[in-house]
């Protein structure tokens, strides 16, 4: 476990590119993460899979020019209420915002493949072969849905993915049916495809779970292909800090080969600066181990 295991999602520690780029090399990082170009960058609200393939393109030869790679596509594939389903967490809209909500859902569904292909593709492009899905808008009883996240994730899109050679990575996420550990732990079980595997955010089952070290160990060590830290979870005075030094022992002692990414993933108008006290905060645990 040293820094060359260390990267950053590059939308979330800087406003543009080239600012993205200024904090990868002023940590020495050799990886980032991506999901949207940053901020202010033309093009920063959408995902980089839904960008043309010369934007992509453009992109993954400045990261290359500049010494980093992609080390995974955060992508929100699957990241929505799927068709026949009822949210547990009920939304306040009327009549023509809930028939227009349907609709886009239905055409997310409908599309899931495509955008598959495409999300394949840019990982391609960005010379990774790991990308990050979803397991749909939590319902009621999500244990009654690990059937179909199990055929639509592990089988058809498994299938996708094999004959690519790229990796789907389920990440545990609260608004969604596979929202901790445990969760992961039971439906990877019905995914026996070696093409899913999936992204651990321990902060994401923050109040549901103690992650580590309950639900840690409950997860199947082999198949954890990325590991994602939120600014919450490692600045030092935050009162959600978890034990990451804790954690990353038991990942290195565990054979755990994979990178571990910074998501800062804070709102309020400090995430630059919150980006960096995380990083500062994840290099000194790794000197430390």
Known sequence: MD????????????LTTAESIAFAHHYGLQFVEI?????????????????????IKA?????????LKVSFVNTSLMKFTWPG?????????????????????????DNRLEDLKKSIRCAQMMGCD????????RVDDPKSMYSRIAETIGGEMAAVAEKEKVYLLLENEGSQNIATSAELADVMKLMPSKWVGFNWDPHNAYGKETS???????LPKKRMLNVQVKGKGIMPASPEKEDWKAIMTALDKDGYKGKIGLETHLFDGTLIAAAHTSMEEMIHIVGEI
């Open 3 to 14: 820094k060359t295991r260390i990267s950053a999602i590059t939308d979330e520690i800087g």
């Open 35 to 55: 999901r949207n170009p940053p901020k202010n960058e033309p093009n920063g609200k959408r995902e980089y899979f839904a960008l043309t393939e010369a934007e």
């Open 59 to 67: 992109d993954a030869v400045r990261f290359s020019t500049e010494g």
């Open 85 to 109: 389903t009822e949210a547990a967490r009920k939304r306040t809209e009327d009549a023509a915002a809930r028939e227009k909500r349907l609709a886009a859902e239905k055409a997310r569904w």
């Open 130 to 137: 790991k990308l990050r899905v979803f397991a749909g808008t």
């Open 212 to 218: 580590f070290p309950d639900g840690y160990n409950l």
